[in-house]
């Protein structure tokens, strides 16, 4: 019962650097999301996808890329690193975000980054 | 302003206390709406979904009250395993829609 699974759960990257943290779900779950965490900042939401072929932007985008090319994956790449991109991210996936009833996010075990 | 504002606290309580949380919303479009628990390096989970009608399990009620846009969570008979990191969570209507977190609220349960 895999869930969503999210890799690499550590990395320590140097400025200017690019890297993709990956992000599988097993559910069939049309909405997946990237957000990444901060000391005081909470959850900030980086980008989103509705479906397979469909990103769209959240609150802190830039320096990040997305792509949805299949309903399983939703990679997110740092397009070339910078200290203030060390955070902990997260990949959440949801059956609909509008329901109450089916909008539960299942969320991976998060991947922590670190960039010199 | 924020989409979704919660008190960042921390909540310092003893075992048994009552404590309530509020979180505000900004988007009156907004249909749905949670309580998530984090604890400490872990991912956040789902406590509960709050209903219109306001809904409860066991120690906890959500309330929603779309008028004022805040929804609140209460936490009857504290537990020192209450301690943890409260967010609302809301989903934010445009033209496609996504779930927005508010900053968490800390509770610390104290014996």
């Known amino acids: 019962n895999a869930g969503v699974t999210q890799t690499p759960k550590f990395q320590v990257l140097k400025t200017g650097q690019s890297m993709t943290l990956q992000c599988a779900q097993d559910?069939?779950?049309?909405?997946m999301s990237w957000y990444r965490q901060d000391p005081g900042m909470g959850l900030r939401l980086i980008h989103y996808?509705?479906?397979?072929?469909?990103?769209d932007q959240g609150e802190v985008p830039n320096g990040y890329n997305v792509s949805r090319s299949t309903t399983e994956d939703f990679p997110l790449r740092l397009l070339s690193a910078a200290p203030s991109q060390t955070s902990v991210y997260f990949c959440?996936?949801?059956?609909?975000?509008?329901?109450?009833?089916?909008?539960?996010?299942?969320f991976g075990e998060g991947s922590r980054l670190t960039v010199l | 302003r924020k989409e979704v504002e919660q008190d960042p606290g921390p909540f310092n309580v003893p075992e048994g206390a009552t404590v309530a949380f509020n979180c505000t919303y900004s988007?009156?479009?907004?249909?749905?709406f949670f309580w998530y628990r984090q604890d400490c390096r872990k991912e956040p989970k789902l406590l509960m979904s709050?209903?219109?009608s306001g809904n409860e399990d066991g120690r906890f009620t959500a309330q929603l009250n779309r008028a004022s846009q805040y929804i609140s969570l209460l936490i009857r008979d504290s537990k020192l395993s209450d301690s943890a990191t409260y967010l609302c969570?809301?989903?934010?209507?445009?033209?496609?829609?996504?779930?927005?977190f508010g900053t968490g609220t800390r509770l610390q349960v104290f014996p």
């Open positions: 959440a996936s949801s059956y609909s975000p509008r329901s109450q009833n089916t909008g539960e996010l299942f």
């Open positions: 559910m069939n779950h049309e909405y």
């Open positions: 996808s509705v479906g397979a072929g469909i990103t």
């Open positions: 988007n009156s479009a907004s249909q749905s």
């Open positions: 709050v209903y219109s």
């Open positions: 969570v809301v989903n934010i209507y445009g033209h496609t829609d996504k779930l927005i």
